[in-house]
């Protein structure tokens, strides 16, 4: 009965979205305000209904209702409770709903929070938001009904294995929040075109969707990275694969929106290029989607794809984007050119920022989606690796990365080069000591890895430069220092903590990418393999009994010198609803770095094969991404609250003529 | 600097940066990529030893052996042609014979195949496109075989 609610509850959010994708433009149009208020509400039921059809959903996976199909199809009586409820979006109905009841999250959120939004704006965003929902809506109820029933079964058939894990619980939630959070960005510029004038108070209204969006969008990539990691047991973080960079071309461009709106805001320029960015931006998301539910692209992280309803994103992409782009040529030549700049300014060093960001993400673009186009054109099927990738990427991104530290240091306007190059003095000092102490004496031979390495130090310490250099003009003593550095602004901490995140990420990656070392080993119980400075000493298999598995595990004693430091368990699992085996590798951290061993197979003498790696400081690669997003949430928290203050203060007059005309 | 200056040094900036960007994809997508066949494409293809090649098929029952070590060596058909493949790392959890998988490498001098990764999908009912493609158009396709979720 449950289901048949969320199901009715889904169509009434759709004919509410309905109203909502009509009924704005038009109060706009007369200039009837209690009309175009109307759609705070509509907004406010969408979410409400939205949430109580996936909460139908979620029950019915709680309860294990096998007379769902897409319940029978995904779960199992015996598995564990919290992977009955994950699984409600571990496959493609549920997924679809989870996406849908974010877009109505941020749909509402504008309509809650965005009461000092100019009138005809704010019902020109809620009508944007209303074609994206209905569409969507339309879209799974049409399409993709998680609702449907069949006569009870006495089993499921469980979740993929690989997906009962606690990555599910995280993951596609953090990611859709990023996605579709660019949704509202995306609205703002369509409202913005349909309007016909943009000005800086747009990027000020804009940016901390964009943020909050980039901060989840960071955080659901880097735990997906994690997770691939730890759980396919091949020891990778990144593969280019054409799913990861579904979801890593929006982060790029909504990391180049992030920037030029601050350009838009402060300085009135910009602004075209700004709206491109966000139109671009969730139009890359939508693509995202569309490569991950159609499985158009041979992917390993892809579950439950469907081409033919994949076919339909493409159309509801091609339609939202398509149009939004033709009404920027049409409208944008009216948006009026903001003010000039020196070359070497912070204006400047944001166009930079921006120009190599979307550089990059257009040759991921191209490698991503090439084997489709190749394969339209010639008929034959190639598939393009990470080589492509290594040699068209990093020469874009290393160039910006030296840049980084100069942007915060240059003045608004016209910016003084030198003066920043001598504040980043004790930087590059910092990155040569890095340099010749790796290079030299540490690990000599190759000077390429330390290059990189000092390089990311250059980031590291130069990301502080402008905080060090404000909290000591005072003069010196540590408590003065303490009292000015926390008094400075949020946005500046901000700022250092997420390229400090960039520095620390890039650490990580060069580390495992130059110095990882791969064994892979046949062992018989008591043999003793050396990996880096640890002992691997082979013990015995044992049986391992899950809920809903079966397997075995390899003992394995760490030893380090004389000293055990860990038991390793590197196991295998069988999943017999499904028929299908996976691995769970054990991995043990020492500090930044982390051996990685993962079972091959058992054989009947005993003996056991592995693969076992050491990965240097490859923990850095996350921390970097736990930076980047707590700065981002720093720099949130503030706008909040001095965005509300701004506001408030500024509410009567612009509101007043906004009115008048 | 007047306003046509900087504007010109953007424009210069711009275009060198696009055109370096365009060039390396260009340059990258020479080497960067492999080409993905069946047995019987690779043998009409006449590849020289060394050519990177995603060799995509069904594991043949009865024919994987296993080495002293971690070596193992297996047929991978196309139900038409058929290649040895050479593979000394250990094999994905959802390698079986009967399966479809992928592996990239490339071919040895006595024209067998040498395998730097096997792939095999995390999804039992996984056959790879390609060839779900292939057997699609050579009419030996297996209706139930191939299921997509």
């Known amino acids: 009965m449950t289901v048949e609610l969320g199901h009715v509850a889904l169509i009434i959010a759709c004919a509410l979205a309905l109203y909502q994708s009509v009924v704005p433009i038009f109060a706009a149009s007369r ?467 997420a390229h400090f995140g960039v520095g620390v990420t890039l650490m990580g990656i060069v580390c495992v990418t130059a110095y990882e070392t791969e064994t892979v080993a046949v062992m018989k119980p008591g043999d003793v393999v050396q990996v880096n400075r640890y002992a691997l000493r082979f013990e015995s298999v044992e049986k391992v009994d899950g809920p809903n598995f079966t397997g075995e595990k390899a003992v394995l004693t760490v030893l380090d010198g004389d000293r055990n430091v860990a038991t390793a368990l590197p196991s295998k699992r069988f999943y017999p609803a499904r028929q299908m085996p996976t691995s769970e590798a054990a991995i043990e951290t020492f500090v930044f770095s982390q051996l990685y061993i993962a079972l091959g197979e058992v054989r009947p003498d005993g003996s056991v094969s592995l693969r076992i790696w050491w990965k240097p400081q490859v923990v850095l690669i996350w921390l970097g991404s736990i930076f980047m997003v707590v700065g981002g949430a720093f720099s949130l928290s503030k706008r909040r609250a001095s965005v509300r203050a701004k506001s408030r203060s500024a509410a009567v007059a612009p509101q007043g003529a906004e009115h008048a005309t | 600097m007047s306003r046509r200056a900087s504007r010109l040094l953007w424009i210069v900036v711009i275009g060198v940066v696009l055109s370096g960007a365009v060039g390396l994809s260009m340059f990258a997508l020479r080497d960067g990529i492999s080409f993905a066949m069946s047995p019987s494409e690779l043998k009409q293809a006449q590849f020289a030893p060394g050519q990177r090649v995603r060799l995509f098929g069904l594991v043949e029952e009865g024919s994987v052996k296993r080495g002293e070590g971690i070596d193992v060596s297996f047929r991978l058909s196309d139900e038409e042609t058929s290649y040895t493949v050479h593979y000394d790392n250990i094999l994905p959890d959802l390698f079986r014979e009967g399966q479809g998988i992928i592996t990239e490498g490339s071919l040895a001098a006595d024209g067998s195949f040498v395998a730097e990764t096997v792939l095999a999908k995390h999804d039992e009912n996984y056959v790879p496109a390609e060839m779900a493609d292939k057997l699609k158009e050579s009419g030996r396709w297996k209706g139930g075989v191939v299921a997509t979720q």
């Open chain 1, 31 to 497: 200039g009837d305000v209690r009309l175009a208020a109307t759609a705070d509400w509509t907004s406010t039921g969408i979410l409400v209904f939205t949430g109580l059809s996936f909460a139908s959903l979620v029950y019915a996976y709680a309860l294990s209702d096998f007379s769902v199909i897409n319940v029978w199809q995904n779960s199992h009586s015996q598995m564990p409770y919290l992977y009955k409820l994950t699984g409600t979006w571990g496959n493609h109905e549920g997924s679809m709903l989870l996406w849908v009841l974010i877009l109505a999250l941020f749909a509402a959120a504008v309509a809650v929070f965005g009461g000092n939004l100019p009138f005809r704006l704010k019902a020109y965003v809620l009508a944007v938001q209303g074609w994206l929902l209905s569409t969507f809506f339309l879209f799974i109820l049409l399409t993709s009904n998680p609702f449907l029933r069949q006569p009870p079964a006495p089993e499921g058939r469980d979740l993929n294995p690989i997906l009962q894990d606690i990555g599910l619980a995280i993951h596609p939630p953090m990611l859709y929040l990023g996605y579709v959070g660019f949704s509202i960005t995306f609205a703002f510029a369509v409202a913005a075109l349909l309007e016909g004038k943009i000005e800086p108070a747009w990027a000020r209204w804009v940016r901390p969707w964009a943020l909050a969006a980039w901060v989840f969008l960071t955080a659901g990539i880097s735990m997906g990275s994690y997770w691939a990691y730890y759980e396919l047991g091949w020891g990778g973080w990144w593969f280019w694969d054409p799913v990861e960079n579904a979801s890593f071309l929006p982060w790029l461009t909504g990391t180049a929106l992030l920037h030029s709106a601050l350009v838009m805001e402060r300085r009135d320029a910009m602004k075209i290029w700004t709206v491109l960015l966000a139109i671009l931006t969730f139009g890359l998301s939508l693509l995202g989607t569309f490569l991950v539910r159609s499985g158009v692209l041979t992917s390993v992280h892809s579950f439950a794809s469907d081409p033919q309803r994949g076919l339909f994103i493409l159309a509801i992409l091609v339609a939202f984007v398509g149009g939004a782009l033709l009404l920027f040529a049409w409208r944008s030549p009216r948006l009026q050119i903001g003010g000039m700049f020196a070359p070497i300014s912070r204006e400047g060093a944001l166009v930079v920022n921006n120009l190599l960001l979307c550089a990059a993400a257009g040759t991921v673009l191209l490698g991503t989606l090439y084997p489709v186009v190749y394969e339209a054109v010639t008929g034959g099927k190639i598939s393009v690796g990470p080589p492509f990738f290594n040699l068209t990427f990093s020469p874009l991104m290393l160039p910006l990365i030296f840049l980084v530290p100069f942007g915060p240091l240059l003045a608004w306007k016209k910016g003084d080069l030198n003066g920043a190059a001598q504040r980043l003095g004790f930087a590059l000092l910092a990155a040569l000591l890095v340099i010749v102490l790796v290079g030299g004496f540490v690990k000599p031979g190759n000077w390429l890895a330390p290059l990189v390495m000092g390089l990311a130090v250059w980031l590291m310490v130069g990301a502080f430069a402008e905080v060090w250099q404000r909290s000591t003009a005072g003069g010196s003593g540590a408590s003065l220092i303490l009292r000015r550095a926390s008094g400075l602004p949020r946005s500046m901490w901000s700022t250092a903590l």
